[in-house]
């Protein structure tokens, strides 16, 4: 497991140095659009609506539709003036009860490992938030955006979990909901009762995908029988649209800075590099031979028959000359065979 994000805690004047990672993956089985007919991939252009030009993602600006029908294009360098949190810092804006965020507003989770020699901070905010019964409110800064999160505490493990905006969710406005009768206590008796029949702890493992599970069952069979199953020969270069470039850059970044400790420094990292460099010099030196006696023997090979046409017309119109080639050749095998 990679880090995704690299930086520290502020809790008030203490800093805590962190690696976040993702907590969550999917495990769904994604698919391919392909051609019936032949299984082969298929390919999207980015085509602009208005010349029907396909347009390079380099000349791909963002743009913003008005409710009047206006339409802005903003630049990166538009996007520049904004201003931006702390990158590499999560600050603790606030400790509040946990049972006072609704979990409506939870969106995705993140563990944080302690990146310290002397993690005593990161366990000092991690007892204070179990023995409080508190949960710190954050911000944090991942891929240029700046979210409000919820730092957490489970089993010493600090959790990250960023939180929906208020005016992200929705209004719950039903009327249907005002025609409701309210139940009588009869029923509400026997509801408990129902409920309580079918309670107990729980146990995430109980519980399986069986859709997931059924249709990695239905590919493995299809491969087996062959049906439909095509040779891919070529590596697909499938086009990604702006949004996934983005993130694919931004998670690059990130992966960086993440394992910017681990390379070698100084001394270590020249003789790394330069034993490179020897290397890379070697292999170019080889393959220049070897691309050099392949023009050699090509050369040899493709002019064979007008050299011989170049012999025949000179053993024609200077046989003296001619002569005069072939005593030394024959001098020279007679060597070769006292030898």
């Not at 309580?196 to 493995?220: A, H, K, N, W």
Request: glycine share 6%.
């Amino acid at each position: 497991m990679r880090s995704i994000w690299k930086g520290s805690l502020a809790f008030g004047l203490v800093n805590v140095p962190v690696k976040v990672y993702s907590a969550t993956e999917s495990h769904d089985i994604t698919f391919h659009q392909v051609h019936a007919k032949d299984g082969g991939r298929i390919k999207y252009q980015r085509v602009c609506s208005e010349c029907g030009e396909v347009v390079p993602y380099q000349e791909i600006d963002k743009a913003y539709d008005s409710e009047d029908g206006e339409r802005v294009v903003l630049t990166d360098e538009d996007f520049e003036k904004l201003p931006v949190a702390e990158k590499h810092e999560i600050p603790v804006l606030q400790f509040v009860p946990t049972e006072q965020i609704d979990p409506i507003l939870f969106e995705k989770s993140y563990y944080l490992e302690p990146d310290s020699s002397s993690p005593k901070a990161y366990g000092l905010l991690a007892a204070t938030l179990e023995q409080s019964d508190r949960t710190a409110l954050v911000h944090f800064t991942l891929r240029q955006r700046t979210r409000l999160a919820a730092l957490r505490t489970q089993d010493g493990l600090l959790i990250l979990q960023t939180l929906l905006w208020p005016d992200e969710v929705r209004a719950a406005e039903f009327d249907s909901l005002d025609d409701i009768e309210k139940p009588k206590q009869r029923e509400l008796a026997m509801a408990e009762t129902l409920v309580e029949s079918m309670s107990g702890d729980f146990d995430p493992t109980e519980y399986v995908d069986e859709y997931q599970v059924e249709l990695r069952t239905l590919i493995d069979e299809a491969i087996a029988r062959g049906d439909n199953v095509f040779q891919v020969s070529e590596p697909e270069h499938e086009e990604e649209d702006a949004e996934v470039l983005d993130l694919v850059a931004a998670l690059k970044q990130s992966l960086e800075q993440a394992g910017s400790d681990k390379r070698p420094s100084g001394s270590a990292a020249k003789k790394s590099t330069g034993k490179t460099a020897a290397k890379k010099s070697t292999a170019g030196k080889t393959a220049a031979k070897k691309n050099t006696a392949g023009k050699t023997t090509a050369a040899k090979k493709t002019p064979a028959k007008k050299a011989a046409a170049k012999k025949t017309t000179a053993k024609k119109t200077t046989a003296k000359k001619s002569t005069a080639e072939k005593g030394p050749a024959k001098k020279s095998s007679g060597e070769r065979k006292g030898a």
